[in-house]
C-alpha cells in the first residue's frame, strides 16, 4: 500500500524551528520529487518547496527562502523541512506529495498541524 505520512507539527513559539518528516512506505522515495506543501484556515494550499528526483535541485517559495531547507534520507526512505525562524504566518497544515517532476504529484499525505504562536 502507498503511504506518505508527515510527523513533526506542533506549536512553537516565534524565531523557533521544527523539523517536519514525510515518510514513505509501499514505494521508493528516492525515485519521486517530493514537495512540501501548506494550507492555513481560510486560504489556498501554497507550494513551499520541493527537491527532484533527478538532481536533486531544489526550490523554495520566496516567502520561505533562507528559512526553510529540504532534504533527503534515502536510507531512511523520508524527505525532511528543516523549518527556522518561524513565524505566526507560517501557521497551516504542512503536507507532503511524491511526483515524477516537481509541481507533478501522484500521492499525497494527510497533512500535519504546524502553529507558530507566543
Known amino acids: 500500500q502507498v503511504q506518505l505520512v508527515e510527523s513533526g507539527g506542533g506549536l512553537v513559539q516565534p524565531g523557533g524551528s521544527l523539523r517536519l518528516s514525510c515518510a514513505a512506505s509501499?514505494?521508493?522515495?528516492?525515485?519521486?520529487?517530493i514537495g512540501w506543501f501548506r494550507q492555513a484556515p481560510g486560504k489556498e494550499r501554497e507550494g513551499v518547496s520541493c527537491?527532484?528526483?533527478?538532481?536533486?535541485?531544489?526550490y523554495y517559495a520566496d516567502s520561505v527562502k533562507g528559512r526553510f531547507t529540504i532534504s533527503r534520507d534515502n536510507a531512511k526512505n523520508t524527505v525532511y523541512l528543516q523549518m527556522n525562524s518561524l513565524k505566526a504566518e507560517d501557521t497551516a497544515i504542512y503536507y507532503c506529495?511524491?511526483?515524477?517532476?516537481?509541481?507533478?504529484?501522484?500521492?499525497w499525505g494527510q497533512g500535519t498541524q504546524v502553529t507558530v504562536s507566543s
Open positions: 509501499g514505494f521508493t522515495l528516492d525515485y519521486y520529487a
Open positions: 506529495a511524491a511526483g515524477g517532476a516537481c509541481g507533478l504529484y501522484d500521492y
Open positions: 527537491i527532484s528526483s533527478s538532481d536533486r535541485s531544489t
